[in-house]
């Protein structure tokens, strides 16, 4: 049974996640994205305002439509990997193209590069961290 939210009312942590778990079929793993009912979707935030959105299993519960994914964090994400010592370019290169395919496999991408950040941090003090 589906949780209803009502209209502008956020779903608990607990709620959401019962949708998210109920909408998961024996094959899961073979599918390329979940569909979540529309008042879940319309919990999580006005990015909702998208019928197609990605989200993230981080910690953060990151999510974004699609467009906003693409044209704004993706870009954002490649702009700061640019600055990544010349060595992990191709390590970059490898990050972006995982995010182009039909089911990313990382975290999302503002985790992701706080998280190298993080470990590069000694040896690149410049790097500067992602703050939504």
Same mark, same amino acid.
């Given at each position: 049974?589906?949780?209803?939210?009502?209209?502008?009312?956020? #779903?608990?942590?607990?709620?959401?996640?019962?949708? =998210?778990?109920?909408?998961?079929?024996?094959?899961?793993? &073979?599918?390329?994205? =979940?569909?979540?009912?529309?008042?879940?979707?319309?919990?999580?935030?006005?990015?909702?305002?998208?019928?197609?959105?990605?989200?993230?299993?981080?910690?953060?519960?990151?999510?974004?439509?699609?467009?906003?994914?693409?044209?704004?964090?993706?870009? &954002?994400? &490649?702009? !700061?990997?640019?600055?990544?010592?010349?060595?992990?370019?191709?390590?970059?290169? #490898? !990050? #972006?193209?995982?995010?182009?395919?039909?089911?990313?496999?990382?975290?999302?991408?503002?985790?992701?590069?706080?998280? !190298?950040?993080?470990?590069? #941090?000694?040896?690149?003090?410049? !790097?500067?961290?992602?703050?939504?």
């Amino acid at each position: 049974m589906a949780v209803q939210a009502p209209e502008n009312a956020q #779903l608990s942590e607990e709620e959401l996640w019962g949708e =998210i778990t109920a909408t998961l079929p024996s094959n899961w793993d &073979k599918r390329a994205r =979940i569909t979540l009912p529309l008042p879940s979707v319309l919990s999580l935030s006005s990015a909702a305002e998208e019928q197609d959105m990605i989200a993230f299993s981080c910690d953060e519960a990151h999510h974004w439509g699609r467009r906003a994914f693409y044209e704004g964090i993706m870009g &954002k994400f &490649k702009a !700061l990997l640019a600055a990544f010592p010349k060595e992990l370019q191709m390590t970059a290169s #490898l !990050l #972006l193209s995982e995010y182009q395919q039909a089911r990313i496999a990382l975290a999302c991408p503002v985790c992701v590069y706080n998280t !190298l950040r993080l470990e590069l #941090l000694p040896e690149y003090p410049s !790097l500067k961290s992602w703050d939504l």
